[in-house]
């Protein structure tokens, strides 16, 4: 896996994850290591909403349409930035040479086992999660809503790398986040699987 990427101020945790799952799937699968470009779908797809937020089923059918293409030909801005889709496709170094990875498929689970038997098959999954007030300061441990926490309005989209036990037999699923390593346990979070407040779909 590669160092957690910071989102910065634009909310579009929908393509960086959904780009970071694609790019360890292709390291799993081909021990090849690459980055790909989250920047171009903020900015091209106008089936998401850019930097106000977006869902991670429309980033990956991108993928499948036109396919993603490494950070170098795209870096990530944090920002909207400008972007003339046809223009784009034709001008962009990568595509000009071809140098795509296309989705060929993907599916949604809800159920633990699910998820848990796809990570082991094919690498991490990207999750949706409401955030609350908490999660914002969370430093380090696991965590689980605290009662005076209250909701932000949205979804915010994480990776989900891995699950372990704590020593009282509780399931904890290992998460990464978006927001830099400077948050949680260096980008990460141990987030308690059967905390209904904290569920990740």
Request: charged share 25%.
């Amino acid at each position: 896996m590669q160092e957690a990427v910071s989102q910065g101020n634009c909310s579009a945790s929908y393509a960086l994850v959904a780009l970071s799952v694609a790019s360890d799937r292709i390291c799993q699968q081909s021990n090849r290591t690459v980055r790909l470009a989250a920047q171009e779908v903020i900015g091209c797809d106008k089936n998401n909403y850019h930097c106000e937020g977006g869902y991670v089923t429309r980033a990956l059918s991108w993928g499948k349409r036109k396919g993603f293409i490494p950070e170098e030909c795209f870096p990530y801005e944090a920002k909207e930035g400008e972007c003339s889709v046809d223009d784009h496709l034709a001008s962009n170094e990568c595509r000009a040479s071809n140098n795509i990875y296309k989705v060929v498929d993907y599916c949604l689970a809800s159920e633990e086992k699910g998820i848990k038997r796809e990570i082991l098959k094919n690498g991490p999954v990207a999750a949706q999660m409401v955030i609350y007030t908490d999660f914002l300061t969370y430093s380090e441990g696991v965590y689980h809503r605290t009662e005076d926490a209250f909701k932000f309005n949205g979804q915010h989209v994480v990776k989900i790398v891995g699950w372990d036990k704590q020593a009282d037999g509780h399931e904890f699923w290992i998460v990464e986040n978006s927001w830099g390593a400077d948050w949680g346990e260096q980008g990460f979070v141990r987030v308690l699987a059967s905390d209904k407040s904290t569920q990740l779909d």
